[in-house]
């Protein structure tokens, strides 16, 4: 297992286009995460989930974004019409479990031209 | 307001020297972690800290967990060139799911 996949690694979209970012956990690891990560700033979580499960949505804005982990395939963030502030680096990691360390994916660059 | 506050934020050294980087907070955590970025990647794990007073060594790096568990170090002896990346921790709020990441500290060793 090479660990946690992110597909694709760039992503361009115009203003008003949908965006969808892909994760596969490592596996094993039923536990993911999405963090996005403006230049030269730290990461902010935006949601966690479990197999079928949002455990915790809280820092995921309101409108136009949304994430889900379906039984079977890998977790999805999916961005509604994007605006040029969603162009940041969008980051999943996995764990087997709450207060494991978490194993981060290569990140999704989404710049919305 | 970050909950999490890293210092400095910014630390160019020698290589050979000795530095610390420090993490804060005024709050609890059940656990802090801490990750080292390289530009174009994700975060990776170093260490997991869990107990108050925790002390862990990684080769010339050494974490210290505070007592009260709200404050971190990590101290590099004879840094090197490759140490060169950001400096992430990142904590477990008591009775709360997820990680919250520092503000990070952006570490160059010159040759």
């Known amino acids: 297992n090479a660990g946690v996949m992110q597909n694709p690694r760039h992503l361009v979209r115009r203003r008003g286009q949908e965006a969808r970012l892909r994760c596969s956990p490592m596996k094993g690891h039923s536990h993911v995460y999405w963090y996005r990560q403006l230049p030269e700033e730290g990461l902010k979580f935006m949601v966690y989930?479990?197999?079928?499960?949002?455990?915790?949505e809280s820092g995921m804005p309101k409108e136009r974004f949304s994430a889900e982990f379906p039984k079977e395939g890998p977790s999805i963030l999916r961005i509604q019409q994007v605006v040029r502030g969603d162009s940041a680096a969008y980051f999943c990691?996995?764990?087997?479990?709450?207060?494991?360390?978490?194993?981060f994916g290569s990140g999704t660059r989404l710049t919305v031209v | 307001t970050q909950l999490l506050e890293q210092s400095p934020q910014f630390l160019s050294i020698q290589e050979g020297e000795n530095l610390t980087v420090y993490c804060n907070s005024s709050?609890?955590?059940?656990?802090l972690q801490w990750y080292r970025q390289e530009p174009g990647e994700g975060p990776v794990l170093l260490v997991t800290?869990?107990?108050?007073?925790e002390v862990k060594k990684l080769k010339r790096l050494t974490f210290q967990f505070g007592d009260a568990r709200k404050d971190s170090s990590l101290h590099i002896t004879a840094a090197q060139p490759g140490d060169t990346g950001l400096y992430l921790c990142a904590g477990v709020l008591l009775g709360a799911n997820n990680l919250f990441f520092g503000t990070g500290t952006r570490l160059t060793v010159i040759p």
């Open positions: 989930l479990q197999k079928e499960n949002i455990i915790d």
């Open positions: 800290v869990v107990t108050g007073g």
């Open positions: 709050s609890v955590f059940s656990s």
């Open positions: 990691a996995s764990s087997s479990g709450q207060g494991y360390g978490y194993t």
